[in-house]
Structures are given as C-alpha cells and as structure tokens.
C-alpha cells in the first residue's frame, strides 16, 4: 500500500467524457489499495476566461478580488471529479482550499504556500475516502481567497504530497513526460526518462510551463517523488507505479534511469515575457534603482536588463524584461514616476520571445552560448537581449521567430531524436 498524490491539468479535465477518465485512472489507483488525493486544475481554458473578466472589468484590478473570481474554476471541476467518483462507486468528497486549510501568505495571485492542515484529510484517506482538492488556491491569514500564479495547481499537489508524506506525486498532463523541447513545436523532441530537479528548476522558470517553477523547487526541498505522465490513456496502458513517464530526480538517482548525459538537456521558449525601454535616463548612481525599487515593492519579477553604455548627454536607455501579465501595473507605475525618474520615452513590446538553453553540462563546457548565437545568426535571427546563469543561456527575440529559433537550437545541441 502507498499514499499517491494524482494532479491533472486542466486538459485533462475538459468536460464530463475527460474527467470520467480521469475517474477511472483514480479508481484503479485506489483499487491497489493506496491512499488517493486528487489535486484537480480548471477545465482548460475555463481560467482565461476568468482572468479576461477580471480584466474587462478593471485593468488596474484588486488582485485580492481577482483572486476569488479565478479560483472559481477550481471548485467546479472539483466537485465534478467526486460526483464521478461516486458514479463509479468510489467514495469521495472534495476539500477546498479553504477547508483543509490551505495557508497562504496574501501575495495575492502569486501566493506562496507556507503549511496545509491535514489531520482531517488523512484520518479520511485512512478511511478510504479518496480526496479531491482544487488546485491553484488557498486561504490567507485573514480568510482571504489566494491563488497561487498561473499553472499553480502543480504547487498545490506537490505541497499536498509534501504535507501527507506521499510516496509519489504524478503530474497527469497531455504529453506522456518531459521533452528535450515542447513536442507541440519540435516533432523530434525526445521523452526524458528521468530529469534532475535542478535542470527541471531551471526548465520550468525559462518557460517549459509542463510544470510550474515553484513545484519544482518544492519537490527538491521537500524531497518530493514526482513524475510526469499522460492522463491520455487506456486501460491497457501500464500503469503509473511502473513509470511510464519522466521522473523528477537527485543527481545521483539519475544513473539509475541509465540517461547518458548530454550537454544540453532541454530548450524552453517563453512568449509571456514583455519588454520594456526607458530612453534618455539620467547616466548617475541611482537612476536605475529609481526604476527597480518601485516594481520590486509592487512584486513585478524584472529578468533581463540592459543598460546601455551612457551617450554624450549623461544620457542613457535601459531595457528590461517583465512577465506581460505584469505589463499595465509596470507601465503605469513608471509612468506615474516618470518625472522622479527622468525618462524621455517608455516603448512597451510584448512581441517578444524568450529562448533558453539549459542543462547542467555547460558548468564545465565553453562554448555553448557561442553555438546558440551563431546558429540563430545563421538563420538571420536578432537577439534583443541575453541573460546567463550556471547551467543556462536565455535569449531575447522576435515572437514570430519563435518555432525556427526553437528548432534550429534543438538540432544544433544534437537533441534531434532518430
Ligand atoms: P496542464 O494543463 O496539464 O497543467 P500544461 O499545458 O500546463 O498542462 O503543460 C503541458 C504542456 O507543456 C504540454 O502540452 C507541452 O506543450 C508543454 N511543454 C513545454 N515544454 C515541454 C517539455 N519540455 N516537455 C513536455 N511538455 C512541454
Ligand atoms: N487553472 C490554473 C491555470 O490555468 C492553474 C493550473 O491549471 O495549474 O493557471
Ligand atoms: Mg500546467
């Protein structure tokens, strides 16, 4: 017997045909005898949707009220998952963020995690009782409704394997694993059998959005077993304690999974990155805090930076990049700043694309982003920016050179599968 936490996103649980599926992967889970959570996303689409009202309704809104409209997804394919339990004579009954509870601090859309109660929830696993739980949100300490970012719901099954003590935490998703790149733009992409949680970290916060950047750091933390596997499947596929998809591992298990290693591990591709110039900025110490300070205080993430050599003038531009769910609250507090400031103009272009190549090889190889700029320059592709970490290299470029970027990188590290 073990206890397995099961997610499924929100393709996964488009309508009442996938989430009888969805049902049946549940069942058969439980009918080995283990202990079943089920953390549950929003039918696919169904959180757009939301964020678009709250939007229509105010572009400035109060992301606390923002919060419990987009939370609202959740509940309903929540409740649909148990009803469908029921149906199939499982016993089942959903926990809502805010009844298990599920702490959060009151970062609102953006909320971290801190502790999950969960006396009650065990006791009736114990029982039986197969527990569906909403992903993306939870309650702060004032009984505020949070969410937890976009693709939140990766979090909350990993937090919850973490707080039960699960043996494995399997992310159900539309792709049967991790991918050396997105399958849906490189048909050559090769399956990873296994993928270690620091290369996985590093993929997921340069925008493999498989799963969310903070699950990742989570299960390294909290040594949570996860893999990553399809919920599209029959019941002669094998299941999923033969692992069948990609797990998530230390350096040292990764011999286990006998995955040679390679320079390049994956390629990710981020079109939610917005750029923003600042021309004519003063050329003096604290000009750039006077631009950073704010967003920093108002929990704007800024990832590439360029300041550019100052001109004549004690003059200079400076370029940097923010998530462009990010962009109207960026724009208008450097607006309301601007005379403090001291800009000319503020040119806003979300027609951008962020490239990264990661992988933990290039601690000890030269050369890698040197390939990575010659093959794109090659291709007449322009880099707009660049940022580099120990184990990636990000590039800025023009959105719609999105798929040749990709694919060019992809056959230029030989990750092309046979
Ligand atoms: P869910 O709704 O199940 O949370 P997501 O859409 O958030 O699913 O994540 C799954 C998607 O991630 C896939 O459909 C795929 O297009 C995309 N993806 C991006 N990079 C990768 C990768 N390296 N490996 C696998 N899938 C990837
Ligand atoms: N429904 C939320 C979203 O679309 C959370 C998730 O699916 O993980 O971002
Ligand atoms: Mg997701």
Redesign the pocket.
Known sequence: MARIVM???????AGTERIRRVAQLVKRQAERGDEVAVVV?AM?GDTDRLVNFCREANALYDPAEYDVVVAAGEQITAGLLAITLQALGCEARSWLGWQMPIHTDSAHAKARIGSIDTDELLASMKAGNIAVIPGFQGLTDDNRITTLGR?G??TSAVAVAAAVKADRCD?????D?????????VAR?R??KAVTYEEMLE?ASV??????TRSVSLAMKEGVRVQ?LS?FVDESAPDADSIPG?MIVTDAELEKYQVERQLIT????DKNEAKITLTRVPDRPGAVANIFSPLADANINVDMIIQNVGRDKGETDVTFTCPQADLVRCTDILENRRDAIGYNRLIPDTKVTKISVVGVGMKSHAGVASTMFSSLADRKINIQAISTSEIKVSVLIDEDETELAVRVLHTAYGLDAE
Do not use: E
């Open positions: 997610k499924f996103g929100g393709t996964s649980m996303s696919a693709g719901s990766d992310i159900y998703t539309d792709v694993g991790v991918y050396t790149t997105d399958p849906r733009i992409a399956k990873l993929l925008g493999s959005k498989v799963l969310q990553v919920s990609t994956g390629i990710a591709a």
